[in-house]
């Protein structure tokens, strides 16, 4: 069974930069057709899709977050990771690591992790 | 982008009623839509995709219908568990993006 864990500082100081890892276990990030995002919700608030990365290497983002967003994939560690510069109060979140297969929904999620931008 | 507008935002229910969301695309998403049930504090756990496939494990009073720009989730008796929040999803274009929400609350 597919597990996915999010780690990282869980808080950030304005202007600085948001690091995160998902690490991915029971099976592999390579898998053909799957694709590997973050996805975060603002306390008490929707869901908001970040971006993702293919199992091939190829990254797509949110526009609305302009060109702060980085997703990288690690093979050799089976993990991926999220870098957000330039964080101000509005990327207060809990942030999610989400997997799905083309065509279908993201049926694998890690349990979130709380990321507060205050100084 | 493609905006996915949900309706109603809360909804009020008592256990065995027939329950029914709806998500209008601003464009269509040629049923690239998926379902996702949300509880307190925890992930969201995929329901339905392709707007009417059941995901593996999701019991069948739950169901998903629509084409184009109109998708319905409907909860056919609804039970004890179910209270949360749904929201939907389009993955036919990027930017991915959500509904708003519905939350449904006991009466």
């Known amino acids: 069974q597919l597990q996915m864990q999010e780690s990282g500082p869980g808080l950030v100081k304005p202007s600085e930069t948001l690091s995160l890892t998902c690490t991915v276990s029971?099976?592999?990030?390579?898998?053909?057709?799957?694709?590997w995002a973050w996805i975060r919700q603002p306390p008490g608030k929707g869901l908001e899709w970040i971006g993702c990365?293919?199992?091939?290497?190829?990254?797509y983002y949110n526009p609305s977050l302009n060109s702060r967003v980085t997703i990288s994939l690690d093979t050799s560690k089976s993990q991926f990771s999220l870098k957000l510069t330039s964080v101000t109060a509005a990327d207060t979140a809990v942030y999610y690591c989400?997997?799905?297969?083309?065509?279908?929904?993201?049926?694998?999620w890690g349990q979130g992790t709380l990321v507060t931008a205050s100084s | 982008d493609i905006q996915m507008t949900q309706s109603p935002s809360t909804l009020s229910a008592s256990v065995g009623d027939r329950v029914t969301i709806t998500c209008r695309a601003s464009?269509?998403?040629?049923?690239?839509l998926a379902w996702y049930q949300q509880k307190p504090g925890k992930a969201p756990k995929l329901l339905i995709y392709?707007?009417?496939t059941l995901e593996s494990g999701v019991p069948s009073r739950f169901s998903g219908s629509g084409s184009g720009t109109e998708y319905t989730l409907t909860i056919s008796s609804l039970q004890p568990d179910d209270f949360a929040t749904y929201y939907c999803?389009?993955?036919?274009?990027?930017?991915?993006?959500f509904g708003g929400g519905t939350e449904v609350e006991i009466k």
């Open positions: 029971g099976g592999s990030i390579t898998t053909y057709n799957s694709y």
């Open positions: 989400a997997r799905r297969s083309r065509g279908r929904g993201y049926g694998y």
């Open positions: 999803q389009q993955y036919n274009t990027y930017p991915l993006t």
């Open positions: 464009q269509s998403i040629i049923s690239w």
């Open positions: 392709e707007a009417s």
């Open positions: 990365i293919s199992y091939a290497g190829s990254a």
